[in-house]
């Protein structure tokens, strides 16, 4: 009896500029400064600090671990997508493949993802659970000219940066031929 073969294609991510991490570090950096003068006015111990800075120090850590936690893989006749703290798999078969679309956000607001539901965002970069419209969306959108927009039949979406988004599409529609 032969096992089936396991299939297993990555897509890399568009890259996101690294200056982008300055939004996790710049407010963490600000309640450092913060509580080095509160310390120097002598309103905060020793104590304090000794379990503030380190405690500061580990949440940037972690946040830009997450930050650059970002994969594309169709495997086994699924999408999995992982960004940030999230994991979404996606059945192919479940994918509306006829209604994908390439978008540029700016040029098409309609597919922006709006309010956050359980998300990781700062602007240019969105991770995790959002509204889009009255639909669900899971999204990594690391660059907002080239989004590739996939509908779900559970009435859901997934919105993806891939670096090459047509590529993406050719394979997922070369899986949901088999």
Known sequence: MSRPTSTRTGFAVAPA???RVLWL?????GVAVLLVATHLQEQRTPMDMAITV??????????????????IVLENGELVVTSTFYRRRTAVSSLQLDQARIVDLAEHAQFKPGMKINGFGMPGFQS?????GKRKAFCLVTDASRVL?????DDRVLLLSPEHPRA?????NAQATR
């Open 149 to 153: 927009y996939l509908p779900t039949r």
């Open 54 to 71: 380190p405690f500061l120090l580990a949440l940037g850590g972690v946040l830009s671990w997450a930050f650059f936690r970002r994969r």
């Open 25 to 29: 570090w710049l407010p963490l950096l």
């Open 168 to 172: 993406l599409l050719d394979a997922l």
């Open 17 to 19: 500029p690294i200056w």
């Open 128 to 132: 995790g659970h959002y509204r889009l």
